[in-house]
Antibody, heavy 120, light 107 residues
Framework: QVQLVQSGAEVKKPGSSVKVSCKAS????????VTWVRQAPGQGLEWVGR????????KYAQKFQGRVTITADKSTTTAYIELSSLRSEDTAIYFC?????????????WGQGTRVTVSS | DIQMTQSPSAMSASVGDRVTITCRAS??????LAWFQQRPGQVPKRLIY???SLQSGVPSRFSGSGSGTEFTLTISSLQPEDFATYYC?????????FGQGTKVEIK
């Protein structure tokens, strides 16, 4: 069974960048997509983007275009999200999750979440 | 972008009540709709996928229905552990979009 384990909490200054990792174990990493979702304090869930590790192709929500980069390293079965030009509104918990074209495997497995705090 | 309009945004209910939450998509999404439960401080948990398929291990009091643009999550008899926030998600197209959430509180 696939498990997703994320890196630890981060505290960043406004204008800086953050990179969060999501390591997959126990399954075939490259055959699925890894999606990133964030949740600001007290708010709902927001899709940020996703990558298909096998292809290395990423898609992003328009809101984050130009500021976000999602990558994957097949050799370490790890996906990454990097967000630049951080502002206070980026303070959130960032989750990775499995995504797939097959509904049964879409958003069924989630990482534990990584808290990113942007503060001067 | 497909907008997912979820209603109600919050509700109060008692243990044993039947609860219905609705999600409306701004355009047809076939059955690419999932429902999630999120308790405070926890990771979202998928309850329903493909609009009406029950996730393994999820109690049978949870059910989903709908196709196209109208979807429903029903809890047949609310239990104490069901007090949480519920979200729908469409994954028919990009960007993936969530409903704004429904917080189910104790009456």
């Amino acid at each position: 069974q696939v498990q997703l384990v994320q890196s630890g909490a981060e505290v960043k200054k406004p204008g800086s960048s953050v990179k969060v990792s999501c390591k997959a174990s126990g399954g075939t990493f490259s055959t699925y997509a890894v999606t990133w979702v964030r949740q600001a304090p007290g708010q709902g869930l927001e899709w940020v983007g996703r990558i298909i590790p096998f292809l290395g192709v990423a898609k992003y929500a328009q809101k984050f275009q130009g500021r976000v980069t999602i990558t994957a390293d097949k050799s370490t079965t790890t996906a990454y999200i990097e967000l630049s030009s951080l502002r206070s509104e980026d303070t959130a918990i960032y989750f990775c999750a499995r995504d797939a074209d097959i509904a049964a495997s879409a958003f069924d497995i989630w990482g534990q979440g990584t808290r990113v705090t942007v503060s001067s | 972008d497909i907008q997912m309009t979820q209603s109600p945004s919050a509700m109060s209910a008692s243990v044993g009540d039947r609860v219905t939450i609705t999600c409306r998509a701004s355009q047809g999404i076939s059955n690419f709709l999932a429902w999630f439960q999120q308790r405070p401080g926890q990771v979202p948990k998928r309850l329903i996928y493909a609009a009406s398929s029950l996730q393994s291990g999820v109690p049978s009091r949870f059910s989903g229905s709908g196709s196209g643009t109208e979807f429903t999550l029903t809890i047949s008899s609310l239990q104490p552990e069901d007090f949480a926030t519920y979200y729908c998600l469409q994954h028919n197209s990009f960007p993936r979009t969530f409903g704004q959430g429904t917080k189910v509180e104790i009456k």
